[in-house]
């Protein structure tokens, strides 16, 4: 049973930072690329961030680049969610996905999104305030 748990969120005041964390189980990752996506009510999920395991190539949208970092602890099957200088159109219930690829790009958020194999987790929510 793979299993994907995303956990980290809050509540911060614009500006701040926050790191999410994504735990995999039941899955072996090499051949996966992850992401971290986002979802405002009433609005479509968006992908934020892509990292592909083997490798650790990354990918990031505008909205995000310079202020959000991807990364990895290969050892504990955990994907990381570094936030920096959030504002609160960063407010959301922020989800992370495998989907095997060998690619990171806004291609791949589409393939996620479209996707019937897609491992989704729960969902952390980040609130930013102003």
């Known amino acids: 049973q793979v299993q994907v748990v995303e956990s980290g969120g809050g509540s911060v005041q614009a500006g701040g930072s926050l790191r999410l964390s994504c735990t995999v189980s039941g899955l072996t990752l090499d051949n996966y690329a992850m992401g971290w996506f986002r979802q405002a009510p009433g609005k479509e999920r968006e992908g934020v961030s892509c990292?592909?395991?083997?490798?650790?190539?990354?990918y990031y949208p505008d909205s995000v680049k310079g202020r959000f970092t991807v990364s990895r602890d290969n050892a504990k099957n955990t994907l990381y969610l570094q936030m920096n200088s959030l504002k609160p159109e960063d407010t959301a219930m922020y989800y992370c996905a495998a989907l095997g690829s060998r690619t990171c790009s806004g291609s791949w958020f589409a393939a996620a999104l479209l996707s019937g194999v897609t491992y989704w987790g729960q969902g952390t929510q980040v609130t930013v305030a102003s």
């Open positions: 990292l592909v395991w083997k490798g650790s190539d990354t």
